[in-house]
């Protein structure tokens, strides 16, 4: 079974300064998604950003880019120019390639904090 | 409107009350699911249901049952509701294509907070 871990569960960045989140995971398969939500606190959960295994090349949103390593199986978020509004939980998860392949799993999540 | 719709938002009950809790999504996706979020162990899957007459277990099933009632409705039931189902509750879609192109995957609810006292 696929597993994913976040082994830090709490992090702190000062406003403008860069974070990055850890994430590794477990999977025999060569085909899957990553991704990484944001749940601030109103406890809505959003897509912030996702990797397809098959690409080489590191996806990039605005402020947020991600490392991945497939060998290495390690998928960090880094955010870059932090804003007050990153503070939140972020959960690393992970899901088979193919829509009838597997759920969503998800890590345990990291906190955020922002300091101004 | 919001895509997934998750009601209550948030409810209070007491030990052994029975307890339903309900989304409806008007995004047409076919799979839905509910989650559970617990402080330091992230959402667990509880229930899935790729159609209306397929439902399968997830990884924490015990005390609860789901009913899949039309293709955009899949509540969460809690026969006799204990202190440790106090979580956040969270229902999510997504359609049988998996994450195609354009697709990112599942959508979730605003989710409801469960307190059992």
């Known amino acids: 079974a696929q597993t994913v871990t976040q082994s830090q569960p709490e992090m702190s960045v000062q406003e403008a300064e860069t974070v990055t989140l850890s994430c590794t995971y477990d999977?025999?398969?060569?085909?899957?998604?990553l991704f990484w939500y944001k749940q601030p606190p109103s406890r809505q959960m959003i897509l912030v950003i996702r990797?397809?295994?098959?690409?080489?090349q590191n996806a990039t949103e605005n402020r947020f880019s991600v490392n991945f390593q497939k060998a290495a199986k390690s998928f960090s978020l880094k955010i870059s120019d932090s804003q007050l509004g990153d503070a939140a939980m972020y959960f690393c998860?992970?899901?088979?390639?193919?829509?009838?392949?597997?759920?969503?799993?998800f890590g345990k999540g990291t906190k955020l904090s922002v300091k101004p | 409107d919001a895509d997934v719709t998750q009601t209550p938002r948030n409810r209070i009950t007491k030990t052994g009350k029975r307890i339903m809790l309900e989304c409806s999504q008007t995004?047409?996706?076919?799979?839905m699911y509910w989650y559970r979020q617990d402080p330091g162990l992230g959402l667990r899957l509880i229930y899935y249901?790729?159609?209306?007459?397929?439902?399968n277990k997830g990884e924490i099933s015990d005390g609860y049952s789901v009913s899949r009632q039309a293709q955009a409705k899949f509540s969460l039931s809690l026969e006799s509701a204990i202190p440790n189902q106090t979580a956040l509750y969270f229902c999510?879609?997504?359609?049988?294509?998996?994450f195609g192109y354009g697709n990112y995957g599942y959508t979730f609810g605003s989710g409801t907070r469960l307190t059992v006292v």
């Open positions: 999510a879609t997504s359609d049988s294509t998996g």
């Open positions: 999977t025999s398969e060569s085909d899957y998604y």
């Open positions: 990797q397809e295994a098959y690409k080489q």
């Open positions: 998860a992970y899901k088979n390639y193919g829509g009838s392949q597997g759920n969503l799993i």
């Open positions: 995004k047409g996706h076919d799979r």
């Open positions: 249901s790729f159609d209306v007459k397929d439902i």
